[in-house]
Each structure stands twice: as C-alpha cells, then as structure tokens.
C-alpha cells in the first residue's frame, strides 16, 4: 500500500514544483539528523535509522517515520516541530542548531506530496562537525583587524599607535594639534593616571625640571603610585559592583579581603586576563580566595549574578531572556537557565573558617 501511495504520488507531483527530497530534504538530514540516526552510531539513537530507504521506511520503535500525505502521523514531522522546551525535539535541544520554520515547512510540504524519495536508495553519512557547534555570533577583533599583529617591543607598539593614530587622522582630514605645553600634560597626566591633579610641591617639581625625560619619568612614576591604584580600583570596583555597605559583618568582611585582593591586581600589574580568570574561577574560603566575593556579592542571586556576567565580560545582555526570549537577540529562555545551572552550582556556606 505505501509503495502504491508513493508511486501515485510520484505521479502526481512530476507535474508541479515539488519538493525534491534529494536536493532540499536530505541535505536538512544529513546535517542535522544522520549524527545520531545513520551507521555513523553502532546503536543509532531510539534504534532509528535513516540514512538507507529501507531502514528509513521501517521507522523507528513509537511508528512510522513517514506517513505519506500525513505530516501528523510522521515522526519525522511531529519530532521536529516541538518547541525546544521539550525533550523530544529533533534535534535534542543543545545538540545542534535547531530546525527552522521554514524547513519544518518544507519538510510538510514534502510528506504532503507524498514523501517522494525520487531514486534515493541510500547515503553515505559524513561527520559534520559544524551542525554540532552554533556559530558564533560575536565579532572577534581579529576578523575586524586581520593585519592586526601584538608588536614585541615597547617601542614597536609606540610605533604602531603613532601609525594607526596619524592615518585615522588623514582619513578624517583632521589637522594636527602642536605638542601640549609642560602645564597641560600635567594636569592632564595627573588626572588620568592618579585620578586628581597635582599638588602644588609636585607641580613645581615638574614644571622646573630640566630632564629631557621627564614626561615618561612622570608617567612612569604615577603608574607605580598608590594614587594609580586607587583611581583603577575605583574603576573596577564600579565595573564589579562593590558594594561595601552590606547588612552582615560576615559580608561585610568578605567584600573587603576581594577589594582588597582588587588592588592588589593592579598594584602588582596583573594581566587582566588572569585577573578575570581566578577571580571567575574562585571557590574556597574568602581569605585563600578572594575572588569568591564577586559571587558573594550577588549572594542568593545566582541569576542575576550570572546575567550580569555575560553583560560584563561576554559583552552581551543575557538578563532579558530570564523571563522569555530575548526578542532582539539569540538567546532563548531556555538557554538562560541552562547557563545559571552551570554557572551556579555555587554554594554558600556560613562563617568563617568556612566560607565558600
Ligand atoms: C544528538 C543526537 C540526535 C540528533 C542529532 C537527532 N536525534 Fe533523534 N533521537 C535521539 C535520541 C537520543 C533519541 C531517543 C529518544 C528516546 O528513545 O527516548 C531520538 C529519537 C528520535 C525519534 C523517535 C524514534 C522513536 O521511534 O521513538 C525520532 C522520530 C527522531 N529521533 C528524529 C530525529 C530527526 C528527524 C532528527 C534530525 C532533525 C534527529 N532525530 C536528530 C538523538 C538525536
Ligand atoms: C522579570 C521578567 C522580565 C524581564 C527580566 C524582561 N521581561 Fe520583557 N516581558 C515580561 C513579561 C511578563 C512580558 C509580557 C507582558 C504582557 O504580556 O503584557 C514581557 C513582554 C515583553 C515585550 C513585549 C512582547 C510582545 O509581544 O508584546 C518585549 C518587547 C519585551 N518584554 C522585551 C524585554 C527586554 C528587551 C528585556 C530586557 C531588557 C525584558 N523584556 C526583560 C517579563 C520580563
């Protein structure tokens, strides 16, 4: 009866555009279902292959893959249109890139016309390795520079920003300014390094000075002061949101030894990759690890603490999908909660020695 319907189907469909399941169907298989349903898997999943027409036409232990005419009756159809809150979508959700709408549509349409095979018999499963991986969406600085290369000296990195400053400023047609006079680099240097301006001993100082070096002696020396420390602190701490006022002493104490550890990053000139790296890595007693107050901070937030992350360091605003799907971006509801179980397998335990 199933061969019957197919080749009237067959029939029927030479005469209108129909779906090709060689050149529109099989492609959506082959990339998003033969992974775990083809000779790929020694035990394909839910004993379901479907990468050979007979074993395609056996279907699988819950049915018929496909009913000819009738997309709800197919597994094929009825798997792959569940939303990806469901554990039985197809894809599993998080195992590859979902099915679109407009290939589930296609994929109607061609069970509609009577699931016609054309003359396939079987493939030969590849690996895939992308339909696995979601393609990033983030714009590396790499694609955007691809000359961009880290100069080895001092100097060569000095020359680089000369270049790239003096050609932004040809393109932009912008004239040059004359170098600063003493006055104004100092308060200027002042300000942004140490974060105030000079003092009056310190002013003259520099201003009377005759070394030929003194502007980079005056940089130099403002990087190593407690001033620099203090300003960058401010900085983070606002980045982190410090917040020193907090109800316990417990808490109050834990947030002080990360301030602290905070300043002491800058002061001894930590890579800020490194710096991100322990203190998002962190677990363990306050006084050993004080990166673990930046989850301290968010104590009994681990959701908020989490979307705040990705905002800060993935650079991507995560917290709208905690309620639904982000309507302007990639992220699902679900995804959401997935990351804060990952994240926040956190746990807090009382006071000291035991903080964690
Ligand atoms: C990452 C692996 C994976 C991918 C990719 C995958 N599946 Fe599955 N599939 C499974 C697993 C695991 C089961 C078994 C679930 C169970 O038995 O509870 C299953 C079961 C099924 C079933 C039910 C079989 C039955 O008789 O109950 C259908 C239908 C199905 N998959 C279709 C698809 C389709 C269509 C695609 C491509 C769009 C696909 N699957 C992609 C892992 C996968
Ligand atoms: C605390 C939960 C929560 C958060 C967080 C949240 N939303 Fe919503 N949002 C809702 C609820 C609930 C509705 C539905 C309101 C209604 O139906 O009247 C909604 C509706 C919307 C709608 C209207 C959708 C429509 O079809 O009319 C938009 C747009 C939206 N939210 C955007 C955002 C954005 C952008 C963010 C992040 C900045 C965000 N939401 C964060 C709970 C939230």
């Not at 597994?75 to 290939?103: H, N």
């Not at 040809?170 to 140490?194: E, H, W």
């Not at 006022?245 to 800058?266: G, M, P, R, V």
Request: aromatic fraction near 12%; glycine fraction near 6%; charged fraction near 30%.
């Amino acid at each position: 009866m199933k061969k019957l319907l197919i080749l009237v189907a067959v029939f029927i469909c030479s005469h209108v555009s129909a779906v090709d399941f060689t050149k529109e169907i099989l492609p959506i298989l082959e990339k998003k279902c033969f992974e775990c349903h083809s000779s790929l898997k020694k035990k394909p999943k839910g004993k379901l292959r479907i990468d050979e027409l007979t074993h395609f036409l056996k279907g699988g232990k819950n049915g018929s893959f496909v009913v000819p005419g009738k997309p709800e009756k197919s597994l094929l159809y009825k798997s792959i249109i569940l939303s990806e809150r469901d554990d039985d979508v197809m894809p599993p959700t998080g195992k590859g890139e979902p099915i679109s709408k407009a290939q589930q549509a296609l994929v109607k349409k061609w069970i509609l016309e009577g699931a016609n095979f054309g003359k396939w018999k079987k493939s030969t499963p590849r690996k895939i390795v992308s339909s696995t991986k979601k393609k990033s969406s983030f714009i590396k600085l790499s694609d955007q520079f691809p000359k961009l290369t880290v100069p080895k000296s001092e100097k060569g990195a000095i020359a680089k920003l000369e270049f790239l400053i003096e050609k932004a400023r040809r393109q932009q047609k912008i004239t040059k300014n004359g170098a600063i006079n003493d006055a104004n680099f100092l308060r200027r240097i002042y300000i942004s390094i140490a974060g105030r301006i000079p003092t009056l001993e310190e002013s003259k100082e520099f201003l009377q000075s005759r070394d030929k070096n003194k502007r980079d002696k005056l940089v130099d020396k403002l990087l190593d002061s407690e001033a620099f420390v203090s300003n960058f602190y401010n900085y983070w701490a606002d980045v982190f949101r410090i917040k020193l006022h907090l109800s316990t002493y417990e808490e109050k104490d834990h947030i002080k030894l990360f301030a602290e550890w905070i300043k002491d990053n800058i002061r001894e000139n930590k890579p800020y990759d490194v710096f991100v790296r322990e203190m998002l890595s962190s677990t363990g007693n306050a006084f050993k690890s004080p990166g673990v107050g930046y989850f301290f901070r968010d104590k009994q937030m681990p959701l908020d603490n989490m979307a705040y992350t990705t905002q800060v360091f993935l650079g991507t605003q995560l917290d709208c999908a905690m309620c639904h799907d982000h309507p302007f971006d990639q992220w699902s509801q679900y995804e959401f909660y997935q990351l804060g179980a990952f994240v926040h397998d956190a746990r807090y335990y009382g006071y000291f020695p035991g903080w964690v």
